[in-house]
């Protein structure tokens, strides 16, 4: 599995940005997938999450009601539209892929389940 994030850009505060996330493969449409970001000199830390219906997501506190993470399985796709962006948003933006898990759960607010990373986009936030 190979994963292409795209999107990323230079965008002052209060904008929005729309990431996309290219995944291979025949199987994405059973993947959880997530996004994660690492801001300059700070551990990577968990985004947003979706199941593989899409029927369920989790975000952190830090982005809820800014951004919403979507999926197109017959496209093989997931998204992370961000609305009004903080300078605190700006980060390298990862998306990750979980072929191993059936149920979302709460440990895919953290690193471990997933088994596939993307390169990484960059989103900068000028104040």
């Known amino acids: 599995v190979q994963l292409q994030a795209s999107g990323g850009g230079l965008v002052q505060t209060g904008g929005s940005l729309r990431l996309s996330c290219a995944a291979s493969?025949?199987?994405?449409?059973?993947?959880?997938m997530g996004w994660f970001r690492q801001a300059p000199g700070k551990e990577r830390e968990f985004v947003a999450v979706?199941?593989?219906?899409?029927?369920?997501?989790y975000y952190a506190d830090s982005v809820k009601e800014r951004f919403t993470i979507s999926r197109d399985n017959a496209k093989n796709m997931l998204y992370l539209q961000m609305n009004n962006l903080k300078p605190e948003d700006t980060a390298v933006y990862y998306c990750?892929?979980?072929?191993?898990?059936?149920?979302?759960?709460?440990?895919?607010?953290?690193?471990?389940?997933?088994?596939?990373w993307g390169q990484g986009t960059q989103v900068t936030v000028s104040s």
């Open positions: 990750a892929a979980d072929s191993r898990s059936r149920n979302l759960g709460i440990e895919h607010l953290r690193n471990g389940p997933y088994n596939y």
């Open positions: 493969g025949r199987s994405f449409s059973t993947y959880i």
């Open positions: 979706t199941s593989w219906n899409a029927n369920l997501a």
